[in-house]
Structure formats: C-alpha cells, structure tokens
C-alpha cells in the first residue's frame, strides 16, 4: 500500500474532550453493526439521531453543545462510552482474527471486491437493492473474520432516489443530493495534499474520478467520483447515480468501474491476488489487467492464462433479457483504442464477449467475465441450475450439469440486522460469545432453551415499535401539508401492534408479483377484515425510474390499499430504505415472498426476517428452496418450475389463500395458553431460527467463498509470475 496517500478524516466538530473519540467513531461504519456504538449517539438526542437518519456525522455537525456537555456529567454514558471506546480499539487491533489463525500464509494478501452498489446503511444511500445490500453486508463479514479484503465502487453524489406516491397511487421520484461533508467519507490525497486521481480513455478524451474511502471496519471500500472540473459536464454525471438507462452512459461507466477500478488500486500500491466481480458491471477490469500483462511483454493469450487464474465472477441474474450487454457499435466507439494495447483485432475483442440473442448480436458483460475466470458462482442451488443452463453455449462440447459454475447461497450480516432486543437475549442463553460461532449449527440447537414467555416478549415489543413508527410516519406524512387524508390513512394509521402481520418489501419489478395476493381480492377481504383473527399486510418498494409496469404494480397496490373496505388493514410504506427494511423484518410476524419460479436468484430479506423470528411464506424459489423443511414457515405452490406462466399464477395464489386460512392464521390465533402465548408458532420460530440462523449467515457464505474460490486463486498466483511487479512496472512507465 502506498504509504504517501493521506487518509486524514475531517474534522468537522468540537467536541467536549471527554467524549471526543465520537468523531472517529463516526467515520468508521463498525458503529453501524454495534448498537451500543449507536446508543453513544442516540442518548445525546434522540430526536436529532431520528431526524438525521442515523448519520453521526451530521448528528455531530448539529447537536447542541449543551447536549454534548450533560453527558459528560452522566456516569452511565461515560461508562459506555470508556467500554465501546475499549471494544472499537480492540476490534481494530486484533491480529489473532479467524482469518490470521486459520491461514495465517495469506495474511498480506489482498482480496478485491468490486460492485455497482453498496448498501452498508441509510446515512450513505449509494445502493439501490439487494445486490448492493450483499455487497455491504460481505464487507462487514470479511471485517469480523479479518479478511483481507478491499471494495471498489462509486460514490453517487445523488444516490438512487426518493419514492412518494400520489394520491392515484402512481410513484413519483426526486432526487437526493449527498453532501460529502455530511456523510462519512474519507478524502484521500498525495504528498502534496491534492486529491488522489485516476483516468479513464473514453472516446476523445480522459475522464477523471476522484478516490474516496469509507473505512467499514477493518475493510477499506474505495469509491470513484467524476464530479471535478477538470471533466466535462456529462462526464461529471457519470457517478451521479445509480443503474441509468443511456447504454452511453452505461458502458462509460462500466469502464469507469472496471478499468479504473483497477487503476484506483494500482494509484494506492494495492496489488490484489484475487479479484472479485459481484455482477458483470465490473467486468471490464479484466481487459485492463491483461493490458498490463501485454504491455510488459507478455501475449494477449499468455496474459489471459494468468489473469484468468485469479478472478472470481458471481452472476445474480436468471434470466437472459436481464444481464448488462451492449450493442457492437457501442463497443466499436468506446474499445477501440483498446484492442490495439492488448495485442487483439477488433473481432477477437468482441469474441470475448460476444453472445447472439434473437434481438441480434450484442457484447455481454457476463459473458467476458466467464471467458476470462477461473472461478464463477451463482447465489443458490436453484440459481445455479439455472445459470448452467443459461451460459452452457460457452462451453457446447458439455453438459448443463458440467458447465463450471457452482453455486454459494447468499447470506446475511447476522449483526447489522438483528435487533438489540434479539442480541441480549441470544447472548443470555447462546453465551456470552455465540457471535465467535454464528456459523455453528450446534449453537443454534441451545434456541430450545429460551422460554416461550421471554421470546414472545422480545417478539411483540418488535411489533409494537414497528406500529409506533408506522404511526409517526403518517403523522409526519400529514404534516407535510400537501396530502390528500387517503393517503395518510393508507400509511398506516390503523396499523395494530398485535394483529397477525404480514410484511412484503422488495423491488417492485414484474416477475416479483406483488400482486399476486389481490387475484382473489374478495376472499382477502374477507380474511384480513375477520373480526376475530385480523391480519394486516404492509407492503413497501420502489420500481426503477424507467421500468413502468414496475410503477403500475405499486399503483394496483396502492389503490387496494385506500379501499376503504379493507379497514386500514393494507398499508404501504413510501421510500423503502435500509432503515425501513430493518424494521420490517423485525417487526413484521410472516415475510411473504412470491416471485415467479425461477426468477429469483436468491432473495436475502427472508434470511434477515428468520434471524429475528419472523416466519417465511415464500415460494420455493431462491434460497427458500434450500431453506424450507416442512417445520419452519410454509411454501407457496409446489418445489416446480411453471409450465404456464398464468396458470401458475392461478395455482400460486389458490395455494397462498388457502395456507394463511387454514395454517398460518388459526396457528397464530387459536390454542393459545392461559398466559395468551401461541406455543405452536412460537415452536415454529425456534424451528426457524436453529435451521436458518447459521446456515444463511454471511460468516458461512464468505468461508465458503474462501474454500471453494479465493483459497483456489491464492494458490494458483503462487506459481505464476509476480502480478505486482509487473503492474508496478507498467504504472512506473506511463508515469515517467
């Protein structure tokens, strides 16, 4: 690593000598997955962490000074604050981490992890979804295991975008602008103090894109921003948001990420021996390390044997018509200077990610990442099924099932998403150290012995701070001053904290179906409006901009949930975020999930709502399909894929209306002990924490990344020749 780049963080604020670590604490996102890190904020005002979202950066930049005195008078806070300061050192300082014990020959070598998003919290929304919410919560997990692991990816100074719905129900988009001064991001710069700068070709000129670090833990994750003047006015854009819909500025971005992602670490002196590519957006990197290879001497099929040796691609996508590919004349315009650098005509470039589709010919990201890697895997048994079959015309002369990609099922930060409440009480009967062993199934079986009574308890007191949000929302939803009082009404006014509740929170894009639960819309009437066993469904998401039977979906939604005649009992939640996420898989009682089969790739909200004790009511798609034993929450239709789309809609809905009547509803209600405790679902949720808890865990998906894709990598690079010397050599000799 470069030791003449500077990571100094700002400092933004005065405080009170006595807590003045809370600035450093802010600009490292380990507090985010450490409540009592977050307490240290919370207690000062709670009110203010509300308002900011959780940001302690400009928590600190707003606080009033006296708030920050009358702690340093509080016994208790200065107790927590010496034992989290104490923690958060410690954390930091530990060499004897699992990955130092367990492979200690690897310690120094740096593993690279490259998305379009990350989603590590909802005081930095540069993520759109789920691929970018697994994008952070893999950071988060290579910190607790000491792994060494860098992130690349982009700071969107404008984010995704903020949802409202019209009183029509038709979703309707602003943008939210990031103040880098608010946000904690670390500027990095050379010896001379000047921000740190890469540069991408694009077609007639240079593009510049500034580095920026956010510290997640022990992890580095490096951003690039092209917001400079030294770029010109659409290139400044180019990190302005997420996913656009301008193939132009798709593949420049593309490029920007892959080829300058690579270059950003070069820039620091980090020379990864593994290169991870979370999509195919990234793909693009592994032109550039070839480059290298060519220009110090080697032949482009020479270059290719050993770059391809180290890279591991994961493909989230089931479906063709969803992966990223470009026409060819965009790759004519915007590769051309390329091709000559790495030795190839322009056909053999093309070759590299050409893929024929009945719309015409086009170069597929996805594609050139399988041609140029070692190592490729899907994100669950399904998915990788599926995947064999999607990609086995790269390889014609095999078989789907010997097509060389496998499969490691997604998982989840078991920290960052379990709640306080949850953690005090896993750790009284799991032990004290039971976040050491998450990934043991043998811990999991000591859920047997929490008392019903205690696990009930912690679960309705999730309930009622979701009910209790859900009302302040709505309040400050009418005091906005320009709603219609529907709309008030259909955000959850009458939401009650002990009703059966049904949570549905996902993108809304068509093959998710969220409407599949309004085909018989009588029937659910009935059932959620029965005055004896009530059930309310709150549902929550966001369709991209561009995607409009997406928006169409959450205006259907919408307008069942106004209907007066289902009483306020379907609700939906504007502006879905990591905050809101959080809550609904705590607090909901059942997560419903119904895509169309086999469309979901995996699907990881279910995972976080099991950890919390929610059930799951999916279909058996995904990671559901591995997950479901008949004991721990309940299946949407049957373990097949559909012949006929309609008709499965059909029978899907037939089997989701007939479990909640007859299964899910009356285990909640009925036969219920003298202390009003349903024994039979709460049976149910320790079933569901045991069998999924440590399976569907980050800390067993990144082992298994390990074993089965970086630990072959690592060995691998160990008898070719030295990568980073030759990109040391390369970068030495365009400097000069």
């Given amino acids: 690593m470069d030791e003449t780049i ?271 590519m979370n999509e195919g957006h990234s793909a693009f990197l592994v032109l550039e390390r070839a480059r290298e290879l060519v220009q110090s001497g080697l032949t482009f099929e020479q270059a290719a044997a050993q770059v391809r040796k180290g890279n591991v691609f994961t493909t989230h996508t089931p479906v063709p018509a969803g992966v990223d590919q470009f026409p060819l004349w965009l790759v004519d315009k915007y590769l051309s200077a390329l091709w000559p650098q790495l030795g190839l005509t322009r056909e053999e470039l093309i070759a590299l990610g050409h893929q024929t589709t009945p719309w015409g010919e086009s170069f597929c990201m996805p594609v050139l990442a399988l041609r140029l890697s070692d190592h490729a895997n899907a994100v669950s048994e399904l998915h990788g099924e599926v995947s064999r079959r999607m990609w086995n015309f790269l390889w014609p002369d095999r078989r789907p099932e010997d097509v060389p990609i496998i499969h490691v099922t997604n998982g989840v930060h078991t920290p960052s998403w379990l709640a306080r409440r949850l953690r005090l009480l896993y750790e009284r009967y799991l032990g004290p150290d039971w976040l050491e062993h998450l990934d043991e199934p043998e811990l999991w079986d000591r859920i047997a012995s929490i008392p019903d009574h205690e696990l009930w308890a912690v679960r309705q007191h999730l309930k009622r701070k979701l009910a209790l949000y859900v009302n302040e929302r709505a309040r400050q939803l009418w005091m906005r001053g320009n709603v219609h009082p529907s709309q008030v009404l259909a955000s959850g006014v009458f939401l009650e904290p002990y009703s059966l509740t049904i949570g549905f929170a996902r993108r809304f894009a068509t093959y998710k179906r969220a409407t599949l639960i309004l085909r018989d819309y009588e029937r659910l009437l009935r059932i959620i409006t029965n005055a004896d066993m009530p059930v309310q469904i709150i549902f929550a998401g966001k369709a991209h901009p561009a995607d409009e039977p997406g928006k169409l979906l959450i205006q259907q939604v919408y307008r069942a949930v106004k209907d007066p005649r289902a009483a306020g009992r379907l609700v939906f939640l504007e502006d879905y975020d990591i905050n809101l996420a959080r809550l609904l898989v705590q607090g909901v009682d059942v997560w419903l999930n119904n895509p169309r089969r086999p469309n979901e790739a995996s699907g990881t909200s279910g995972m976080k709502a099991a950890l919390n004790g929610v059930l799951n009511f999916s279909v058996l798609d995904g990671w559901w399909r591995e997950a479901y034993n008949g004991a721990n929450g309940w299946a949407i239709g049957e373990d097949a894929d559909p012949v006929d789309p309609a008709h499965q809609d059909e029978l899907d809905a037939l089997s989701l209306y007939d479990t909640l009547e007859k299964e899910i509803i009356p285990l909640y209600y009925q036969n219920r002990s003298a202390d009003n405790i349903p024994s039979g679902w709460i049976a149910r949720i320790k079933e569901s924490i045991r069998t999924l808890a440590p399976q569907f865990s980050t800390r067993r998906m990144l082992k298994e990344y390990l074993s089965e894709m970086y630990l072959p990598c690592l060995e691998a690079e160990e008898g070719l020749a030295s990568e980073s010397e030759t990109a040391a050599s390369v970068t030495s000799t365009k400097a000069s």
């Fill in 6 to 276: 500077k990571r100094v963080i700002p400092n933004h604020f005065s405080l009170p000598r006595r807590i003045n670590r809370l600035g450093q604490l802010a600009y490292n996102l380990w507090w985010t997955w450490n409540p009592d890190a977050q307490m240290l904020y919370r207690l000062i005002s709670q009110r203010l962490w509300d308002q900011v979202n959780h940001n302690p950066v400009t928590f600190l930049k707003r606080v009033e000074r006296s708030q920050l005195n009358a702690v340093t008078n509080d016994r208790h806070y200065l107790d927590l604050y010496d034992r989290t300061i104490q923690r958060f050192d410690a954390y930091l300082q530990d060499a004897d981490t699992w990955f130092a014990r367990t492979y200690p020959q690897h310690v120094n070598e740096v593993i690279a992890y490259f998305s379009f998003e990350f989603g590590l919290h909802e005081c930095l929304p540069v993520y759109a979804g789920g691929l970018g919410i697994l994008a952070g919560d893999h950071l988060k997990e290579a910190s607790d295991l000491g792994m060494p692991v860098v992130g690349v990816g982009f700071i969107y100074n404008q984010g995704y975008f903020v949802q409202r719905i019209t009183e029509d129900g038709w979703q309707e988009t602003s943008t939210y602008y990031l103040d880098y001064d608010e946000v904690p991001l670390i500027p990095l710069s050379d010896a001379q103090g000047q921000p740190v700068l890469i540069s991408v070709e694009l077609p007639g000129r240079l593009v510049y894109a500034r580095l920026w670090q956010v510290q997640v833990g022990r992890v580095a994750l490096y951003l690039l921003d092209t917001n400079l003047e030294q770029n010109q006015e659409n290139d400044r854009q180019l990190t302005a948001r997420l996913y656009s819909s301008d193939p132009e500025v798709r593949i420049s971005q593309e490029i920007l990420l892959g080829i300058g992602g690579v270059r950003a670490l070069r820039r620091l002196g980090i020379y990864p021996k593994v290169w991870h």
